[in-house]
């Protein structure tokens, strides 16, 4: 017997495969890429952190244009312009919402209000069982081996279990899942779907310069690092000559601030840091990336990224 995805039922949102991509902040995930995965089945989402309300609403409008898929925003509690980014994807009919990077009351009542999902990305049981309390439709446990900004020291693997003993409500996992064998073992350990962020900065359809997927491409296992963030959470990212000025203390501080994020050290600036590396300039910058980034090999269109995730999992034994 061969293993079959179990469906995922987010609010009334059931996505053909139960793979979401997860939104990645400063403009790495935008609309053709959330369209190309909600194209190819599963759930398309824009990172929302680092646009304006203007940007945010011209990237649902462009992805609304390229798919009739199911489309989400991530954005982070952590913004000072969290709320008005949350109406402005409300008013545009987005289809859910993934949040994260803090805890907002909120934003279940916005979502309820206006029928739209909200699904909280957790790294315990208790954060869990408050979300679910809140009314969040599911949740993402994202584990230790996650890119970016992280919220726990422990591996997915130790705190799925956990999380899904705690709620009734979907879980999704999330951290170091870049393959069809990934998908299968979180479904084995009781997920309802994942959530895969690394594996799509290595599509055509991802925005980010070519000089950052060849650092994603060059990875090894001891390129993937900890580093210290302004945000004050730590964040996973590839060794280059930005992160040693990090771990040494002498990255540059800001010239100017927009006062982004409600709480910053000032340390430097991060939104900068990962558009420059967005850019291309990859050693003036964060290069955030998954645990298991070193694993993949090519760059593919999203449909063959689907296609091949969906053979590796249709290949795993039940």
Same mark, same amino acid.
């Given at each position: 017997?061969?293993?079959?995805?179990?469906?995922?039922?987010?609010?009334?949102? =059931?996505?053909?495969?139960?793979?979401?991509? %997860?939104?990645?902040?400063?403009? =790495?995930?935008?609309?053709?890429?959330?369209?190309?995965?909600?194209? $190819?089945?599963?759930?398309?989402?824009?990172?929302?952190?680092?646009?304006?309300?203007?940007?945010?609403?011209?990237?649902?409008?462009?992805?609304?244009?390229?798919?009739?898929?199911?489309?989400?925003?991530?954005?982070?509690?952590?913004?000072?312009?969290?709320?008005?980014? !949350?109406?402005?994807?409300?008013?545009?009919?987005?289809?859910?919402?993934?949040?994260? $990077?803090?805890?907002?009351?909120?934003?279940?009542?916005?979502?309820?209000?206006?029928?739209?999902?909200?699904?909280?990305?957790?790294?315990?049981?208790?954060?869990?069982?408050?979300?679910?309390?809140? %009314?969040?439709?599911?949740?993402?446990?994202?584990?230790?081996?996650?890119?970016?900004?992280?919220?726990?020291?422990?591996?997915?693997?130790?705190?799925?279990?956990?999380?899904?003993?705690?709620?009734?409500?979907? !879980?999704?996992?999330?951290?170091? =899942?870049?393959?069809?064998?990934?998908?299968?073992?979180?479904?084995?350990?009781?997920?309802?779907? !994942?959530?895969?962020?690394?594996?799509?900065?290595?599509?055509?359809?991802?925005?980010?310069?070519?000089?950052?997927?060849?650092?994603?491409?060059? $990875?090894?296992?001891?390129?993937?690092?900890?580093?210290?963030?302004?945000?004050?959470?730590?964040?996973?990212?590839?060794?280059?000559?930005?992160?040693?000025?990090?771990?040494?203390?002498?990255? #540059?501080? #800001? +010239?100017?601030?927009?006062?982004?994020?409600?709480?910053?050290?000032? +340390?430097?600036?991060?939104?900068?840091?990962?558009?420059?590396?967005?850019?291309?300039?990859?050693?003036?910058? !964060?290069?955030?990336? %998954?645990?298991?980034?070193?694993?993949?090999?090519?760059?593919? #269109?999203?449909?063959?990224?689907?296609?091949?995730?969906?053979?590796?999992?249709?290949?795993?034994?039940?």
């Amino acid at each position: 017997m061969f293993m079959k995805f179990p469906q995922l039922k987010i609010g009334n949102l =059931v996505p053909r495969y139960p793979i979401i991509q %997860g939104g990645m902040a400063i403009r =790495v995930s935008t609309a053709p890429l959330a369209a190309a995965v909600a194209n $190819a089945g599963g759930i398309g989402v824009i990172g929302a952190t680092g646009m304006t309300v203007d940007e945010l609403k011209n990237e649902i409008k462009t992805a609304r244009r390229l798919t009739r898929g199911i489309i989400g925003i991530n954005i982070m509690f952590a913004v000072r312009q969290f709320a008005s980014l !949350v109406q402005s994807a409300i008013e545009e009919k987005i289809d859910l919402i993934f949040t994260g $990077a803090g805890f907002s009351r909120d934003i279940f009542k916005w979502g309820r209000e206006a029928g739209v999902p909200i699904v909280s990305i957790v790294s315990s049981s208790k954060l869990a069982g408050i979300a679910e309390k809140l %009314g969040a439709s599911a949740v993402v446990a994202e584990g230790f081996e996650a890119g970016g900004h992280l919220g726990t020291n422990r591996s997915i693997e130790e705190i799925l279990p956990e999380i899904t003993s705690k709620v009734k409500i979907p !879980v999704i996992a999330a951290g170091g =899942v870049v393959d069809g064998s990934g998908i299968a073992k979180m479904i084995r350990m009781g997920a309802s779907g !994942v959530q895969m962020a690394t594996r799509f900065v290595l599509s055509v359809e991802c925005a980010v310069s070519d000089a950052f997927k060849q650092m994603y491409l060059k $990875a090894c296992p001891d390129d993937v690092i900890i580093i210290k963030s302004p945000v004050g959470m730590p964040g996973r990212a590839l060794r280059n000559i930005f992160s040693d000025k990090i771990s040494g203390g002498c990255v #540059p501080q #800001p +010239e100017v601030c927009d006062g982004c994020l409600k709480e910053c050290s000032r +340390e430097y600036c991060i939104i900068q840091a990962l558009e420059n590396s967005r850019m291309g300039r990859v050693d003036d910058g !964060v290069v955030f990336c %998954g645990k298991n980034v070193y694993k993949i090999k090519e760059i593919l #269109p999203v449909q063959k990224i689907f296609e091949n995730l969906v053979k590796e999992f249709d290949d795993e034994p039940d």
